[in-house]
């Protein structure tokens, strides 16, 4: 048997995103929640989108919600069209892992 990584759902993207927008709703948390925020969101990224697209968009992410003035790149969303709509990450890029 043959498993593939099954990409993300839009939706979980949108929200994942969104959660990275929620910390400057909140007065005088703003830069403060991004530095917590970062790295969990890089490793969710990392774990959602698998393989070196995963790492790459990981590390992306991290960058992204760690600098000031940037979290409103929707970088889940991005991956997500990059992913199921443009091909850019072909199916056939995909390694199968086989199963006991």
């Known amino acids: ?26 007065p005088g948390v703003g830069e403060f929640g991004d530095v917590i925020w970062a790295p969990i969101s890089a490793m969710i990224f990392a774990k959602t989108f698998g393989g070196a697209k995963g790492l790459f968009g990981g590390i992306f992410n991290f960058i992204e919600e760690i600098l000031p003035g940037t979290d409103i790149i929707p970088s889940f969303t991005i991956m997500w069209f990059l992913t199921n709509k443009t091909g850019a990450f072909k199916k056939s890029d995909t390694i199968p892992v086989k199963t006991k």
Do not use: E, H, R, V
Request: hydrophobic share 50%; proline share 4%; net charge neutral.
């Open 1 to 26: 048997m043959t498993n593939f990584q099954k990409s993300p759902s839009l939706l979980f993207c949108i929200i994942m995103d969104a959660l990275g927008c929620l910390t400057f709703t909140i």
